[in-house]
């Protein structure tokens, strides 16, 4: 392909994570090592620099590192706004618009459209779910809105925040993009290539995995040892799945009860995935995490990243006698604090510095909570929900998956988050003594 901005995956130029993004890049480096992956290109950030120029933001840019705060706040606002708003170049159009065609002319497949910012899926620096994605995507229109989308995505108030905390000056980066057809899904999750008590850990749901990725139900959950063998496989909540219907967008269909009480992968099919985990593994040269789809042809892997893996500990034997409900490890080590019970977003504001949140959704959306938190507990998510990986990336003991959390740890108890073992402890308050364990 010849296009200035646009190459395809399977092109040498498309592992240059300077230029695509490493969320790109490693897309490229893993279909060109002959792991599966979806056909697809990637638009270079060099694309997202044309849109500023042609937008008239070069002095924008170049106005908000020095810019005090509430100024710099509305300068971001500006530039987002024209990133959404500003007309496109033509030739610039032309091209995301052929690159388009041609895949659809491949594949009959409807398009997705993800961020690959040139700051994202580093050591330190994940960036999950921080930025945007889109699916099912049908019109030329729908497609460049979302490609606009994407690229003002680097100046979201969520993204800012993430940025600040990790000393990131977003008129400093660049925003490329992946562009590949989407998955007709039926079942979707993530895997961890090493995890802080040994071993490899996959999840999974049916359907596509954004209910995973938004800590939306509480997926299976499978174990697999060091040496490749299934030492685990425990059953999750799986309530919802999200399907794409034909010639439409993403769509929530309540699960069937065989849905809810049957496991989506097979033992087969864990060890295949847990074979694709250490060919990632190996592939970046650091323990992975990855994102995968199954179709009725098999797997397909959608992204891999960096895993941040801290050294496990042990809670204080005086835990051991009080109650506890278990749940997904998806946070290295242990934390003891107050309970802080939330159910809306609204109460975010009662959370205190070193409280333990327990929450029943835990969503990207609570990154801005992190840094003030010593743990998190949530009654649904799963260990590579994108929340578990911002949680990981802090060294912040979380336990997802944890049933009935809100309602059985009292407000203001002392908690204990085991976020290698997986398990939540309480004292004082309402001590119910029960002692329950979910998958």
Request: hydrophobic share 40%.
């Amino acid at each position: 392909m010849t296009d200035s901005h646009i190459v395809l995956l399977s092109s040498p130029d498309a592992v240059n994570s300077d230029r695509f993004g490493p969320k790109a890049a490693n897309q490229a480096a893993l279909g060109q090592a002959g792991l599966p992956i979806p056909d697809g290109f990637c638009i270079g950030s060099d694309a997202y620099r044309a849109q500023l120029k042609a937008a008239g933001l070069d002095k924008k840019m170049r106005d908000f590192g020095a810019a005090p705060y509430e100024e710099a706040r509305l300068i971001a606002i500006e530039i987002r706004l024209a990133l959404h708003e500003s007309g496109m170049d033509p030739v610039l159009r032309e091209e995301i618009l052929s690159a388009r065609q041609a895949l659809i002319e491949r594949t009959g497949e409807l398009m997705v459209v993800r961020s690959s910012a040139l700051v994202e899926d580093r050591e330190g620096s994940s960036f999950a779910g921080q930025f945007e994605s889109f699916l099912g995507l049908e019109s030329e229109e729908d497609f460049i809105t979302a490609v606009r989308a994407c690229w003002a995505a680097l100046w979201s108030v969520r993204a800012l925040r993430y940025m600040d905390s990790h000393d990131i000056n977003p008129a400093e980066t660049a925003m490329g993009l992946l562009v590949q057809p989407l998955v007709p899904a039926v079942a979707s999750g993530g895997g961890l290539s090493e995890m802080a008590a040994g071993g490899m850990r996959i999840n999974a749901t049916w359907g596509l995995g954004e209910a995973i990725a938004q800590g939306e139900v509480v997926p299976d959950a499978y174990e697999i040892s060091d040496d490749f063998e299934v030492v685990g496989m425990n059953l999750g909540r799986k309530s919802h799945r999200i399907g794409c219907e034909h010639h439409g967008s993403a769509n929530l269909h309540k699960s069937t009860k065989d849905e809810e009480n049957e496991h989506c992968l097979s033992e087969e099919q864990i060890l295949e995935l847990a074979r694709y985990l250490k060919k990632s593994e190996e592939l970046i040269g650091l323990p992975a995490e990855i994102e995968w789809a199954m179709d009725d042809k098999g797997f397909k892997l959608l992204q891999v990243r960096p895993l941040a893996v801290n050294l496990p500990t042990a809670p204080s034997k005086v835990w051991r006698r009080h109650p506890g409900i278990q749940g997904q490890p998806s946070g290295t080590g242990v934390a003891e604090g107050r309970a802080c019970v939330i159910n809306c977003e609204c109460e975010l504001s009662r959370v205190a510095p070193g409280d333990i949140l327990i929450t029943t959704v835990a969503g990207p959306s609570l990154s801005q909570i992190l840094p003030r938190v010593s743990g998190v507990v949530a009654e649904l998510g799963g260990s590579t929900s994108h929340l578990a990986s911002l949680a990981r990336e802090r060294g912040i003991p979380t336990v997802l998956g944890v049933q009935d959390a809100t309602t059985v740890i009292p407000d203001g108890a002392q908690v204990s988050v085991d976020g290698t073992g997986g398990i939540v402890r309480w004292m004082g308050g309402a001590d119910t003594g029960r002692m329950n364990f979910a998958p």
